[in-house]
């Protein structure tokens, strides 16, 4: 299968989401480091705009945009924290790497 043309649709003004399409048959894997990373590589998105699409524009495709996606006030907060990293660029480029330092879901560390 081809990629779609994320970058053209992000410049004619369409909002884009990611996903893993995570199931056992055609795509068994939920990573989305290496989604976000391949969205970078293949699909020519930026890395802050492949991070908006797998988060705030994924939770709007889910219609949980008020609950979840963004670091909001009334929303879940469930984050992930990173060991300290050069940029938000940094991200897509070591998807390989496990940078997770904490995790936090529904407001509390687990």
Do not use: W
């Not at 897509?92 to 790497?97: A, H, Q, T």
Request: net charge neutral; proline share 6%.
């Amino acid at each position: 299968m081809h990629y779609q043309p994320a970058r053209q649709l992000i410049d004619y003004g369409c909002a884009i989401a990611l996903a893993s399409d995570y199931n056992p048959g055609s795509s068994p894997s939920g990573n989305m480091n290496f989604v976000v990373a391949l969205s970078c590589i293949q699909m020519k998105m930026l890395p802050e705009e492949a991070i908006n699409a797998a988060t705030v524009n994924g939770a709007y495709a889910m219609e949980l945009q008020n609950e979840l996606g963004s670091i909001t006030i009334g929303k879940k907060a469930n984050l992930i924290f990173t060991k300290p990293i050069p940029s938000l660029a940094y991200l897509p480029y070591s998807f390989g790497s496990n940078l997770i330092d904490k995790v936090m879901i529904n407001g509390q560390f687990i």
